[in-house]
């Protein structure tokens, strides 16, 4: 609906320059809340109308061109008024007309609001897989992977929502060299019964032991390498033992995943791409792509200079592929079995170059659509740990968020009797995760405070619950007074306008997000409806107003509320009702 008014704008736009009104809906926005209360509520830079093509450029200097260009506008029933700034026309909208069309779209369609904006048309359609988590069975579950999980959860989310078909894939570290030590270390000292209580702690366990014996002992290594060979050859006893190590891990996550709210369409891993690669290796081959060196290793050339000043190593000199074998494997599996349009993979910064080799290797042979994967990086996080030390299984990470959210939560006198006490603070404290970890640049690396995460106040995500929490709250007092909302009148004032303003904006925040895949400009976006909506609540009564005022105000605290769940639903977090 910020597009009826984007429109409205655009309209006079193209009649003053003779263009289609079309050209002009990306390059209006809407002007940010900022703590002076601005009179404009749409702007759009006069530089951007003239590189986009919409205004011929000519030799006229640009502020007389601005000014020239706001004298044509025209004011009507929408637009109340138009100011020409340096090189900027802001258009004051009718507020009225303003709470009139925003609430009332988010009346009839509260989720279709923002995701459904014109601006966002053209990333609808096609379908995109996205990549993420992707842990190691037997290995530690590290903040990395923590971050990919909620970060291509969010991916994933989002780009649900602006209309793409979704394929969410776990890609597990399920084979290697690695396999070959924890079957033999499982062969000494493993235990079925632990492995059904505690699989992923018991996996664990024998992983680091082995690995620790195999360091002075040449015996265990060799056991290891030849239950590898074993695994290679595909003989039953030592496969139905790896089986039964993935089959186990992966239910252990998927329970796991989704006390976290996240899902996954397909669990694939490396062992599945393990027997194409050399059908890879044979076409690398044929196109004149692999190279065998003098040390017997096979390599594919990427300097583009021919000269091998880079280069990535495909085959190890004894024949065995390398885990970019099985990345290249299974990107061309996934192409042909899920026909993406577009394929985001995400992981921490340190295998920025591995996905660079990855495409680079995609597109010599000669595949199109390589430009269009994508390697969404992010930083380190620094001194995650729980009370049993540094982070090595995910549950323990959701155990410790719960638990102290819980502690803070009974502590605070203003905590009501919940009924899900342990639920609430396990989803509020995934939420505090989460919003810490999508305020910055994905990219930055950031040091870990349980207790700066857990804070009730300031951008957290403890806060933006609360919110929700006391904005349902209010709606569930007043439940039989909010009906339609048919007389915006009483919503002029400076708190309701800059919520209305702020709420305009959602459509660009989306469209910025999608295009960086960045979740920080949602966070932001949500944090300052939080504190908007936070002293609209305060300053503006329902309780004791008349019924007229009382309604209006609970027709925006509701809009408000509904936006604040689905932007709160994309970043991956539940909203709760109560707290
Ligand atoms: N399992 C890998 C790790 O823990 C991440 C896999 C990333 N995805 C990929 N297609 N290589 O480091």
């Known amino acids: 609906m910020a597009c009826f008014f ?7 736009l193209a009649k003053a320059c003779g263009v289609s009104e079309d050209l002009f809906i990306p390059l209006i926005s809407a002007v940010p809340v900022s703590k002076k209360q601005s009179a404009a509520d749409l702007r759009v830079s006069v530089n951007r109308l003239l590189q986009s093509g ?4 000519d030799d006229g200097d640009l502020q007389t061109k601005t000014q020239a260009l706001a004298n044509q506008m025209k004011r009507d029933a929408v637009v109340e008024e138009v100011i020409a700034g340096r090189g900027v026309i802001h258009f004051r909208l009718n507020k009225l007309v303003l709470a009139q069309k925003l609430l009332e779209q988010l009346r009839s369609e509260p989720d279709g609001f923002g995701v459904n904006s014109e601006l966002l048309r053209h990333l609808r359609g096609g379908r995109t897989l996205v990549e993420f988590s992707s842990p190691n069975i037997a290995k530690k579950f590290h903040a990395g992977h923590l971050r990919s999980t909620i970060i291509g959860n969010f991916i994933a989310n989002l780009k649900k929502a602006l209309g793409k078909e979704v394929i969410r894939v776990n890609y597990l570290g399920d084979w290697g060299m690695q396999f070959g030590l924890l079957g033999a270390g499982f062969e000494r000292s493993g235990s079925q019964e632990k492995l059904r209580t505690q699989p992923l702690e018991h996996l664990f366990e024998v992983y680091v032991q082995v690995n620790r014996e195999a360091e002075c002992d040449e015996s265990v290594r060799s056991a ?5 060979r074993r695994l290679e050859r595909r003989e039953d006893q030592a496969l139905a033992l790896w089986r039964q190590f993935r089959q186990i891990t992966v239910d252990e996550y998927k329970r796991i ?4 709210g996240v899902h996954f369409d397909h669990y694939s891993g490396e062992a599945s791409h393990h027997s194409q690669t ?15 060196t ?16 880079s280069y990535a190593t495909l085959v190890r000199s004894d024949g065995t592929s390398l885990y ?10 996934r192409k042909q079995r899920f026909g993406f349009d577009e394929m985001i993979y995400v992981t921490d910064k340190s295998q ?3 996905f660079k080799q990855l495409f680079h290797i995609l597109r010599a042979m000669g595949h199109q659509w390589a430009e269009r994967c994508v390697h969404v990086a992010f930083g380190l996080v620094q001194g995650m740990s729980t009370r049993r030390g540094e982070v090595v299984f995910l549950e323990d990470v959701l155990e410790e968020a719960r638990s102290r959210m819980l502690n803070n939560m009974t502590q605070s006198s203003t905590s009501k009797v919940l009924e899900e006490p342990e639920q609430t603070a396990e989803r509020i404290g995934i939420s505090a995760l989460i919003i810490q970890d999508f305020k910055g640049p994905l990219m930055s690396d950031y040091k870990f405070d349980w207790d700066k995460v857990l804070q009730a106040h300031g951008d957290t995500g403890v806060f933006l619950q609360y919110t929700h929490a006391r904005l349902c709250s209010l709606l569930r007092r007043h439940a039989s007074e909010t009906h339609s909302c048919c007389d915006v009148s009483p919503l002029v004032d400076s708190r309701s306008v800059s919520v209305l303003q702020h709420l305009l904006r959602y459509d660009e925040v989306l469209l910025q997000s999608a295009n960086e895949l960045q979740p920080r400009h949602l966070v932001n976006f949500l944090m300052t409806l939080s504190h908007l909506v936070a002293s609209a609540h305060r300053e503006l009564p329902v309780k004791g107003s008349s019924a007229a005022v009382a309604q209006a105000r609970l027709c925006l605290f509701s809009a408000v509320r509904s936006v604040l769940a689905n932007g709160m639903r994309i970043l991956g977090i539940t909203p709760v009702e109560k707290m």
């Open 6 to 12: 984007r429109r409205s704008v655009a309209l006079q």
């Open 54 to 57: 919409a205004v011929a450029a």
């Open 224 to 228: 290891g390498a030849e239950f590898f």
């Open 257 to 260: 995943y989704q006390r976290l």
């Open 278 to 292: 050399q059908s890879v290796l044979d076409e690398l081959m044929t196109r004149g792509l692999l190279k065998t």
């Open 294 to 309: 003098e040390k017997g290793t096979g390599v594919v050339d990427l300097s583009g200079a021919g000269d091998m000043s």
């Open 324 to 333: 970019i074998t099985r990345d290249v494997a299974a990107a061309l599996d």
């Open 352 to 354: 920025t170059s591995h």
